[in-house]
Nanobody
Framework: EVQLVYSGGGLVQPGGSLSLSCAASGFTFRSHDMSWVRQAPGKGPEWVSGISSDGGSTNHADSVKGRFTIFRDNAKNTLYLQMNSLKPEDTAVYFC?????????????WGQGTQVTVSS
């Protein structure tokens, strides 16, 4: 059974930073491209960042480029998203996904995600 356990969400002021993590089990993590997808209230899912299975290639949406960094630790079966210079428009539920190495690639999200709220 695929399980992804999230941590690191919360409330942060504009300009602040948060680090998200997603610990995976139930599948061969190191064999899969992974990504982060977010969904803001009343909006559809938005692809945020993707990474190759070996971590050597990353891609980010224009809306987060230069502010967010995706990385992974295959020894720990964990995916990360470092978010800096956060803006109110980054407020959303963030999901870990298999696939989605680049925008437009197929992906599948898992679990309930983690809430990120950027507000003063």
């Amino acid at each position: 059974e695929v399980q992804l356990v999230y941590s690191g969400g919360g409330l942060v002021q504009p300009g602040g930073s948060l680090s998200l993590s997603c610990a995976a089990s139930g599948f061969t993590f190191r064999s899969h491209d992974m990504s982060w997808v977010r969904q803001a209230p009343g909006k559809g899912p938005e692809w945020v960042s993707g990474i190759s299975s070996d971590g050597g290639s990353t891609n980010h949406a224009d809306s987060v480029k230069g502010r967010f960094t995706i990385f992974r630790d295959n020894a720990k079966n964990t995916l990360y998203l470092q978010m800096n210079s956060l803006k109110p428009e980054d407020t959303a539920v963030y999901f870990c996904a298999t696939g989605g190495r680049w925008i437009g690639a197929d992906y599948r999200t898992w679990g309930q995600g983690t809430q990120v709220t950027v507000s003063s």
